[in-house]
Structure formats: C-alpha cells, structure tokens
C-alpha cells in the first residue's frame, strides 16, 4: 500500500501525519506501507517511521551515478536519506516532464542497482482507452520499457497500473477495468519472464483511491495493492485504505 504525496507536505506536516498515521498502522502486518514524500521530507519520513514497518520512497530518482545533472537526485542519495523504494515512470513525470519508457526503464534500472525497489508506473491516456487501445498500450510500454530488464531484475520491481484518466480526476476504474489491465501486463511479464516470475510480480492499481473504493478494488485477486495520490495525505483516510 503506497502512497505517493506528489509536490505536497513540508517537514513539519511531514511530522504531523506521521503522529497520526503511525498508531492507526501499527498492527497493520498484512501489508507493506511505504510513503513517498517529496525529496526535501523523505529524511523527516524515515525519521517519523524509525521502529514501525513503514517504508519510505522518492518519487523519482535519476539514471546517473552522479555528475552535473541539475535537480536530479541519484540513487545513492536517495538510499543515504533512509529510503527503500522509488516511483519510476509516474504519468505527470510523463506528462510534464518529457519522461518517455527509455528514460523510465534507465531509471527502474538505477534504482535496482542502489537496492531501492522501483514502483514502475505504466498506464494508458483517455484517448487510449476511448479508442481501444488500452492494451495495445500496455503491451507497448511493457515491451519498451520492463522487458528491457533481466530476470533477476525483474524479480525485484512492483508495477504500478495508473489509467492517467483516473489520476486525480474521482474517475476510478472499476475494479473489473483494472483487473483486465492488470491481466494484460501479468501476461506480458509470463511470456517475458516466465509463469513463476508472472505470478509473483505485485501489481498495484492507482488512480483516485479512496477509502470507500479500496475494500473492492483489493477484493480483486489481480490487484495486489494501490498507489494512492490524494486520499495518502490524510493519514486517517489513509490509514482506512491500508486496513481495507
Ligand atoms: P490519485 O493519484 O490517487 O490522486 O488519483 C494517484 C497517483 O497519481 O499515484
């Protein structure tokens, strides 16, 4: 159960979730948690989450070691602040930020290599899924993009299904729409992979959930958790969507 702040929440607010979060979670061992606050809270986060299984993670990280890369964040940096994990390859990366499945999966694989786990972020746009195309989409960001991995590394990533049209609009994909999605990219990962690494691969759905809609998006066998934007920075809202 991951969620992704985005440009919201100082240190201090940091601080003040994590107060709030953290009793709410604390039985909570059906899961894993991770918070990915931006850059300059991702040290306040692991500070807050010393001694609880909450994880914490960048939303982004770059493809270079390091070198003169303004406002980028390298993987080592990234690991030193205390992080686990890292969101490759967000639609509004894609969207804003010229990010494309070649830089993606040069990034995917610099988290690999710092031992951060990457959440890798596929989906389709509204014009996509209106004319059709959403699995051809699917298939086409998968082949360029995570079969460009080996095995090993392959092992070790989530993937995140994130229909754009569903991000931050209340627009959710009903959970029959995202567990085709997800059957899509599971086959794409056992023709690639092979079955078991199919199987085992968590794929989490993202895009407007809430605590109302998690109990049955989660009650779909394919969905193995969610990437949740908005509803994670409630830290009671939150708490609701991780005990769904
Ligand atoms: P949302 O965002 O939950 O606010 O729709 C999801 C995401 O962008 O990861």
Not at 102 to 125: D, F, M, Y
Not at 128 to 138: P, Q, V, Y
Request: proline share 4%.
């Amino acid at each position: 159960m991951a969620g992704n702040w985005k440009m919201y929440k100082t240190p201090a607010e940091t601080n003040a979730f994590f107060e709030k979060f953290r009793p709410l979670v604390e039985k909570s061992e059906h899961c894993e948690i991770v918070i990915c606050p931006p850059f300059t809270s991702l040290a306040a986060a692991v500070e807050a989450a010393q001694g609880t299984r909450i994880r914490a993670g960048a939303q982004n990280i770059a493809w270079a070691k390091e070198g003169a890369f303004t406002g980028e964040i390298s993987g080592a940096m990234i690991r030193a602040a205390g992080a686990t994990h890292a969101i490759v390859g967000h639609s509004e990366r894609r969207q804003y930020f010229g990010e494309t499945d070649e830089t993606v999966l040069k990034r995917t694989q610099a988290a690999l290599e710092s031992g951060l786990t990457p959440i890798v972020c596929v989906g389709e746009r509204l014009e996509e899924r209106e004319g059709e195309k959403t699995e051809a989409k699917l298939i086409d960001q998968f082949q360029t993009g995570i079969a460009g991995l080996t095995e090993a590394q392959f092992a070790r990533i989530v993937i995140a299904y994130e229909p754009v049209w569903a991000i931050g609009t209340g627009k959710t994909a009903t959970p029959e729409m995202a567990a085709d999605a997800h059957r899509v990219i599971r086959g794409q990962a056992r023709a690639r992979f092979g079955k078991e690494a199919g199987e085992a691969i968590r794929i989490l759905y993202g895009g407007s959930v809430k605590p109302d809609n998690s109990r049955t998006l989660m009650a779909q066998p394919e969905i193995d958790g969610v990437l949740v934007g908005g509803a994670s920075l409630d830290p009671i809202g939150f708490a609701s969507i991780v005990n769904f």
